[in-house]
């Protein structure tokens, strides 16, 4: 028997199961890979500090989780897990100047609260191109320094591999919950059912599938994202800071002559993981006018993904209140791979009985 079963190992997931074997719980963190999981295909920028969104309680949550790599990465290093896909390059906003004006304000209000911005700056357009030697169009650009950017993938592997290294079992699997006189006990694969004391949903879109035993549903949409991977071999480009334009365009280089362009935001009612010349054509027509030398880049690969998101475009997190053995936290969009190693820890919270860094109440089921 565990103490707590994780059932869905995106980076939500993941870093629920390694802050709890961390902390001594017998932990099994179950996941059946599904295609379209959404750690698996973002970019991962983080840099919550230049947007307008208004939402308070997203941004104390995307403020903390972008802080908190400041914490995470260093501790996974130390474990050995030096492969986490994480690196501060720094993050250019490309927009007009009376958008920048704005975003620079926006900044430096937050800085005495956001410490990880660490610098602030305006740059000519020839600072811009020495930074990101693609760019050509350009009327303003705010920077800040301490934007990072993260693979989805190896961070996500680094908390696994972090959570067996803290004596958790980690099965690929199809799980479904055990009811037994009303109550959850666990989860079933296949012929067997492995027991629990409390079982924690982090499965993303797929959320509202697993609760259709206890009779419950979640506020969790779908929406399809679309990223563009381009070969730029000719260019020594790991070191680029992220560029994020107008229109939701940002650039992320991933390595070495490899670069992500998104990403599309589009809504479902399925779950559609074909790329489309439409998704194609809206990235390349954000990125070429500010760019034009990406008309001769080889296409890598469009990477399609599904986020979870609510209506109120605010993660939930908590327990089940007809079942309160049952921890369920979900919808980051867009906000994943910023909010989800932080929430992880704040859920490993819960389920242990801890005091959280979060108020619940702003983040309630629905």
């Not at 474990?79 to 390059?89: A, F, I, P, R």
């Not at 107008?246 to 280089?253: A, C, D, F, N, T």
């Not at 989800?340 to 820890?345: D, F, I, R, T, V």
Request: hydrophobic share 40%.
């Amino acid at each position: 028997m565990y103490s707590h079963i994780v059932v869905g190992a995106g980076i939500l997931g993941t870093s629920t199961a390694y802050h709890l074997a961390k902390q001594g719980a017998t932990v099994l963190l179950i996941d059946r890979k599904e295609a379209g999981r959404a750690t698996h295909v973002a970019a991962g920028i983080i840099c919550p500090w230049m947007t307008q969104r208004r939402n308070k309680a997203w941004y104390r949550l995307a403020n903390n989780g972008a802080h908190y790599y400041d914490t995470l990465i260093p501790e996974l290093e130390a474990l050995g897990e030096t492969k986490t896909g994480y690196q501060k390059v720094g993050t250019i906003a490309l927009h007009e100047t009376s958008k920048i004006e704005k975003m620079q304000t926006i900044a430096e209000n937050r800085f005495p609260e956001a410490p990880a911005i660490q610098q602030i700056e305006r740059l000519t357009a020839d600072q811009v191109r020495s930074m990101f030697p693609l760019i050509e169009s350009i009327e303003d650009a705010l920077f800040v320094s301490g934007g990072a950017r993260v693979d989805g993938r190896a961070l996500r592997a680094a908390l696994e591999s972090g959570a067996i290294k803290h004596q958790a079992t980690v099965l690929e699997a199809d799980a479904s919950l055990v009811v037994v006189d009303g109550h959850v006990k666990g989860v079933q694969i296949g012929p067997d059912i492995h027991y629990a004391d409390q079982i924690i949903l982090t499965a993303g879109v797929w959320i509202n599938e697993l609760l259709e035993p206890l009779q419950t549903r979640l506020d969790i949409r779908a929406e399809k994202g679309q990223i563009l991977h381009l070969d730029i071999s000719n260019e020594q480009s790991k070191d680029w800071p992220v560029i994020m334009g107008q229109r939701g365009l940002y650039l992320v280089s991933i390595e070495d002559g490899k670069l992500a362009l998104g990403s599309t935001h589009e809504k479902q009612l399925d779950y559609n993981l074909q790329p489309t010349v439409k998704g194609m054509y809206a990235l390349l027509t954000r990125a070429i006018p500010v760019a034009p030398v990406l008309e001769e880049a080889n296409i890598n690969e469009m990477r399609v993904g599904l986020r979870p998101y609510t209506s109120n475009s605010l993660p939930v997190i908590g327990r089940l209140t007809t079942h309160p053995n049952v921890l369920v936290a979900n919808g980051l969009g867009a906000s994943g791979l910023t909010i989800g190693p932080y929430l992880g820890q704040e859920l490993s919270k819960l389920a242990l009985g801890k005091d959280l860094d979060i108020d619940l109440n702003d983040y309630l089921l629905q």
